[in-house]
């Protein structure tokens, strides 16, 4: 049974780079069928898709965090990591990673394992 | 950016009847869409995608209508375990309901 589980600081400082880890068992992240995403959820406010990375290494990022953002893969370590950086107090929230399985016979991708989330709060 | 707006954001109803959701995308989505259930402190879980496909091991009183811009779930015999904030969202360019919070 596939699961996930995301790891990383509680308390980051306004300016800085929050990093989160996403640690995959019961399943390899090299799969062809495969996206592995990253969603958030400010406090009071509805979840925000943050970007997805496929088995090749290729990237999708919301276009409102492109510039601040980086997914990437470890197959060694069954793991995709989030990297924002220039963090501000509108960058909390719970992170969530994701698996994105893609609906046959199309090349649509929806989220159908999910982590339970990561709070992340930023201050000084 | 297509948004998705949901109703009602409450919905009490009692054990045994029947509880409907909606879902509206500001432009038309096809099926691409997909309901989740989140209770406090768990992961989503998965319920429907493509409108109306039912996810592995999802009961049968959940189910899922619509296409284009206009979207339901139904559970039709509410049980108490079924207490959770259900969201919708579009696998187009991903973006999610506000969610709506079923209560009994």
């Known amino acids: 049974q596939l699961q996930l589980q995301e790891s990383g600081p509680g308390l980051v400082k306004p300016s800085e780079t929050l990093s989160l880890t996403c640690s995959v068992s019961?399943?390899?992240?090299?799969?062809?069928?495969?996206?592995w995403g990253w969603i958030r959820q400010p406090p009071g406010k509805r979840l925000e898709w943050i970007g997805n990375?496929?088995?090749?290494?290729?990237?999708d990022y919301n276009p409102s965090l492109r510039s601040r953002v980086t997914i990437s893969a470890d197959t060694s370590k069954n793991h995709v990591s989030l990297t924002l950086t220039s963090v501000t107090a509108a960058d909390t929230a719970v992170y969530h990673c994701a698996r994105l399985e893609r609906e046959h016979p199309y090349f649509y991708y929806y989220m159908d394992v999910w982590g339970r989330g990561t709070t992340v709060s930023v201050s000084s | 950016e297509i948004v998705m707006t949901q109703s009602p954001a409450t919905l009490s109803v009692s054990p045994g009847e029947r509880a409907s959701l909606s879902c509206r995308a500001s432009?038309?989505?096809?099926?691409?869409l997909a309901w989740y259930q989140q209770k406090p402190g768990q992961a989503p879980r998965l319920l429907i995608y493509g409108a109306s496909t039912r996810a592995t091991g999802v009961p049968a009183r959940f189910r899922g209508s619509g296409s284009g811009t206009e979207f339901s779930l139904t559970i039709s015999s509410l049980q108490s375990e079924d207490v959770a904030v259900y969201f919708c969202?579009?696998?187009?360019?991903?973006?999610f309901g506000q969610g709506t919070k079923v209560e009994i």
């Open positions: 432009q038309s989505i096809s099926t691409n």
């Open positions: 969202q579009q696998y187009y360019s991903w973006t």
């Open positions: 019961g399943g390899s992240i090299n799969s062809y069928n495969n996206y």
């Open positions: 990375i496929d088995y090749s290494g290729r990237t």
